[in-house]
């Protein structure tokens, strides 16, 4: 079936690092979603990107969708504590309605 | 606006024991999916169900069940509760496939099976 798999699984950086969370999809995908979830608490949509090669942006957070649609990327510039949790990939596959989610990848950050 | 609601927050269950996992959205919400969360597994989909009436498998479903009950309602059944299903379990809801649209999240069930 289906795979996405993220990585790395975990990072911690300093803050005002950067940090980058990468996704990979053993199937082609439809759009690419992102999530965030907070210590203790339940994902929260961030973005979608639906088209091959798209990039954008949120204030220091850049979302790319790689140009074959199996693979997403993203980035955080200067990383805040507010930054800390789960980031996770999300992507539907054909015309199903199935929402399959990445992995994750758990962000620390320290003063 | 409640968005999407699960009951219970926490159960503690003993093996073999069987428990119905609620959620309920008041978005008119199409689709809606039930997730288990684990350590270093991320969220895997259990079951889904593209609108009222229909249900499919995901990725896990060995030991669950589900009824779409109607828009609003998507129920997670353990029959046979087993220590293995000790899990952080998340409804959702998004509003049609088609549109690839955002899902909205529940707050979470902690279950333990012990």
């Known amino acids: 079936g289906q795979q996405v798999m993220q990585i790395p699984q975990y990072q911690h950086v300093q803050e005002g690092e950067d940090f980058t969370t990468y996704c990979n999809s053993s199937?082609?995908?439809?759009?690419i979603q992102w999530y965030k979830q907070r210590p203790g608490g339940h994902p929260v949509f961030l973005i979608q990107?639906?088209?091959?090669?798209e990039v954008k942006k949120q204030k220091r957070l850049t979302f790319q969708f790689g140009e074959a649609k199996k693979n997403s990327s993203l980035h955080i510039t200067a990383t805040q504590t507010t930054d800390v949790g789960t980031y996770f990939c999300?992507?539907?596959?054909?015309?199903?309605?199935?929402?399959?989610f990445g992995t994750g990848t758990r962000l620390q950050v320290t003063l | 606006n409640a968005g999407v609601t699960q009951t219970p927050k926490f159960q503690v269950l003993k093996t073999g024991q069987s428990m119905t996992l609620q959620c309920a959205q008041d978005?008119?919400?199409?689709?809606m999916y039930w997730y288990r969360q684990d350590p270093g597994m991320g969220l895997r989909l259990i079951y889904y169900?593209?609108?009222?009436?229909?249900?499919d498998k995901g990725e896990v479903p060995n030991g669950y069940n589900v009824s779409r009950l109607n828009k609003r309602e998507f129920s997670l059944r353990l029959e046979s509760a087993a220590p293995s299903q000790t899990s952080v379990y998340f409804c959702?809801?998004?509003?049609?496939?088609?549109?690839?649209?955002?899902?909205?999240f529940g707050q979470g069930t902690r279950l333990t099976v012990v």
């Open positions: 999300a992507g539907y596959t054909g015309t199903a309605s199935k929402l399959t």
């Open positions: 199937t082609t995908l439809s759009n």
């Open positions: 978005m008119n919400h199409n689709s």
């Open positions: 169900s593209a609108s009222e009436g229909t249900t």
């Open positions: 959702a809801s998004a509003r049609d496939r088609a549109m690839n649209t955002e899902a909205f």
């Open positions: 990107l639906v088209k091959s090669g």
